[in-house]
């Protein structure tokens, strides 16, 4: 039934040849009541380090199981050293945020709270099991950071040196901020991309940001856009012109 090893997984065990893996309650239940997996049957697995790599179910249980790794199938590629750094906003459209932001390539999520951010509600897990969902769904060989949230003005005291910090700032809407030729001149740079919340940034933010060194304030076109909107936009032109699409 899998001989094609359709059903992939990430695990946080180490892979390597003949490599035995426990699987959890959430696999066991996905793999042999969801998917009617069975022994014998094949699936892929992939972790943070070690690739990709089939594997076969050895023992199957109503609340674990074990698969045996049996050979890498594809090599581990790490995505483009960017981060996304974004103001939470409200539950579905979050979600909807952090899959697209694994499938386009971000490298590590940082939730800021700002001044006009409502950050009461967020939930590290359920953001990290839609991480997991997307990464396993989208092929990558790795799973991107998750960072704890860090009020905007810590972020910005401790910034690490030689990190580019692209900032898409609504105020400059309709008016060109040379995006592109910006980006492409900084190909191979650590870089950040910072979204603001549905509120914007607060004045003395804004202030704040435009006097630092390592900001590059952006414009996403003559619209204003919703956060998430602004956040895969925002994605896919650094992807185009500095990133691993190229
Ligand atoms: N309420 C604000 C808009 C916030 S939009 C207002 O009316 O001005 C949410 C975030 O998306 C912004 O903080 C910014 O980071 C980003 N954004 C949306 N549209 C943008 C644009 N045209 N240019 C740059 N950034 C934009």
Redesign the pocket.
């Known amino acids: 039934m899998t001989a094609d090893a359709k059903v992939r997984l990430y695990v946080e065990q180490p892979l390597g040849p003949g490599q035995p893996v426990a699987l959890d309650e959430g696999h066991a239940n996905y793999l042999f009541n969801v998917m009617r997996l069975a022994r014998g049957d094949q699936i892929r697995l992939f972790n943070r380090q070690d690739g990709e790599w089939l594997a076969v179910v050895e023992q199957v249980g109503k609340r674990q199981g074990i698969a045996r790794a049996l050979a890498q199938t594809r090599p581990h590629t790490p995505p483009p050293d960017m981060w996304l750094i974004f103001a939470p906003i409200r539950k579905a459209r979050l979600d909807m945020l952090v899959e697209k932001a694994v499938e386009l390539g971000a490298g590590r999520l940082v939730p800021v709270q700002t001044r006009f951010t409502n950050a009461e509600r967020l939930r590290p897990d359920k953001m990290r099991a839609h991480m997991i969902e997307a990464a396993e769904q989208c092929g990558a060989t790795y799973l991107p950071d998750l960072a704890d949230l860090i009020p905007l003005d810590r972020l910005l005291s401790t910034w690490p040196a030689g990190r580019r910090l692209y900032w898409?700032?609504?105020g400059?809407?309709g008016r060109a901020a040379g995006l592109k030729a910006a980006l492409e001149a900084d190909k191979g740079t650590p870089a950040a991309l910072?979204?603001?919340?549905?509120?914007?940034?607060a004045p003395e933010e804004r202030e704040q940001l435009r006097a630092l060194a390592f900001v590059t304030p952006?414009?996403?076109?003559?619209?204003?856009?919703?956060?998430e909107t602004?956040a895969l936009a925002a994605l896919t032109l650094w992807q185009s012109a500095a990133g691993d699409w190229t």
């Open positions: 898409a700032d609504e400059l809407s910072l979204i603001g919340p549905e509120g914007g940034f952006i414009s996403l076109g003559p619209r204003i856009l919703r956060a602004a």
